[in-house]
């Protein structure tokens, strides 16, 4: 079975149980907060454009709570399978502050990624790393400009500075539709250790909003590393069509 069908399988499964009501975020106005919740289906995981579970399927939640002051918290969890690791699970914990200035909308946080259950070989590498992360977007009409950037000091795999930028646009469609556009670039000072050299990734995706708070996303991604330098040749940096179904809570 191929990793679009098995999917959409899995999409077709989660559609079927999902309950006819659409479920809203939680808002507690004692307190100013706004609780959400988005569980999601996957053909596959990428991070970046690679794949963090080697072509296979992933399970994954996102939480956030967001107060009024525009301070958050959240966390993210996923399956993962590494080549020669026993990473199964990744969770990422966030905390941040979003606000507008010059008609721009800013997100300014950190996150601090790590892998539960992982165990590190003598002689290997640790897994954990944080990272930096500024964010804006701005909007126009029906057209919403991205971009962002994220440093770590120490990177994945202990690979030292680790830099990230990207930028992109969101385009409202009839229908209901949305089309998306990536073009980012990943900077790594120790190349040998995370086991790519300097890449650029981008992505092409199309998504629409179904019944009940379900989203739909069809994307093709890609990078521009040869397979011959994809860590130790694996098939993880190859370009895909990947397949998304979430709902947001």
């Not at 721009?104 to 539960?116: F, K, M, N, R, T």
């Amino acid at each position: 079975m191929t990793r679009l069908a098995c999917a959409a399988g899995l999409a077709m499964a989660a559609a079927l149980l999902a309950p006819v009501a659409a479920s809203a975020q939680i808002r507690v106005e004692a307190l100013g907060l706004t609780l959400g919740a988005t569980p999601a289906l996957a053909s596959d995981y990428l991070f970046r454009g690679l794949s963090q579970t080697r072509n296979r399927p992933a399970a994954q939640l996102t939480l956030e709570a967001l107060h009024d002051s525009g301070l958050y918290l959240g966390a993210f969890a996923s399956n993962v399978s590494f080549a020669g690791s026993d990473a199964r699970q990744e969770l990422d914990l966030l905390a941040g502050y979003r606000f507008t200035a010059l008609d721009i909308a800013w997100d300014l946080g950190g996150v601090l990624y790590s892998y539960p259950g992982y165990t590190r070989p003598a002689g290997g590498y640790r897994f954990d790393y944080a990272e930096a992360v500024l964010k804006a977007s701005r909007s126009f009409d029906a057209v919403t400009l991205l971009g962002s950037v994220a440093v770590s000091p120490d990177y994945f795999g202990q690979s030292g500075l680790g830099v990230y930028l990207e930028g992109g646009l969101d385009v409202a469609l009839p229908l209901g539709l949305t089309a998306s556009g990536r073009l980012g670039h990943q900077w790594i000072e120790r190349e040998p250790r995370f086991g790519t050299p300097d890449y650029a990734t981008w992505s092409a995706s199309l998504s629409r909003a179904l019944a009940a708070g379900v989203t739909l996303a069809i994307g093709y991604y890609g990078t521009d590393i040869a397979r011959g330098r994809c860590a130790g040749g694996q098939k993880i940096c190859d370009d895909r069509v990947m397949l998304v179904l979430s709902r947001n809570f």
